[in-house]
């Protein structure tokens, strides 16, 4: 029996511009899969979703390692770009959900673009637990994360239910014990939701 409900944030509830973003910060095309492994595997990214960098800091890596020739204020706003508007039905779905379930937020994030959303919208209020990467030293898909996830619900992972956009995050989350899905959308969560006995 599902309680306790745990989403991701970008491609989930929030959109994301992050493949044209990147593509035009790289000067090269890349597929989905390969642009996702690049992000958790990139040393300047890694820092700063782990909370271990700054936001200037971690424009003038990012630069570095990729060779970008782009300004680092340039970087920054372009960056800031990559999350957008919620999705439709995001705050429908949650308003929905939070009645029934507790639910929890588990996002590979930074910084910036956390508070960008927080200034901006005001659909974290729904959450009854925020697990943010920048704050927690880890990432998905470690499976790290995700222990510390449950150790923190204080839940067995046959309760939980986890709704991600990155199939390596399912796969991390499914092997933790957790029941999740790939997902791209709140009216994908809300129709999986529905469906259960």
């Known amino acids: 029996m599902i309680s306790h409900i745990v989403l991701d944030m970008g491609g989930v509830l929030v959109e994301l511009e992050w493949q044209q973003r990147m593509e035009k910060l790289l000067r090269r095309s890349l597929p989905m899969a390969e642009l996702h492994q690049l992000w958790v595997t990139a040393l300047s990214t890694v820092d700063f979703e782990s909370g271990r960098t700054n936001f200037d800091q971690f424009a003038v890596a990012f630069i570095e390692e990729f060779a970008v020739d782009i300004t ?19 705050e429908t779905m949650l308003a929905r959900l939070q009645p029934h379930y507790h639910l929890s937020l ?6 910036a673009h956390y508070q960008k959303l927080r200034d901006r919208y005001d659909f974290f209020k729904y959450f009854d637990q925020l697990f943010l990467s920048y704050e927690l030293g880890l990432m998905k898909p470690s499976g790290d994360i995700f222990n510390h996830v449950l150790t923190r619900l204080h ?29 791209d959308n709140p009216d994908q969560v ?8």
């Open 190 to 197: 809300m129709a999986i939701v529905v469906g259960w006995p």
């Open 155 to 183: 839940t067995p992972p046959a309760s939980v239910a986890f709704f991600d956009d990155g199939s390596r995050n399912v796969e991390a989350a499914r092997a933790a014990g957790i029941q999740a899905y790939r997902v």
């Open 72 to 90: 680092p204020e340039q970087l920054k706003q372009e960056f800031l770009e990559v999350v957008q508007a919620p999705l439709p039905n995001c």
């Open 106 to 111: 588990l996002s590979n994030t930074n910084a």
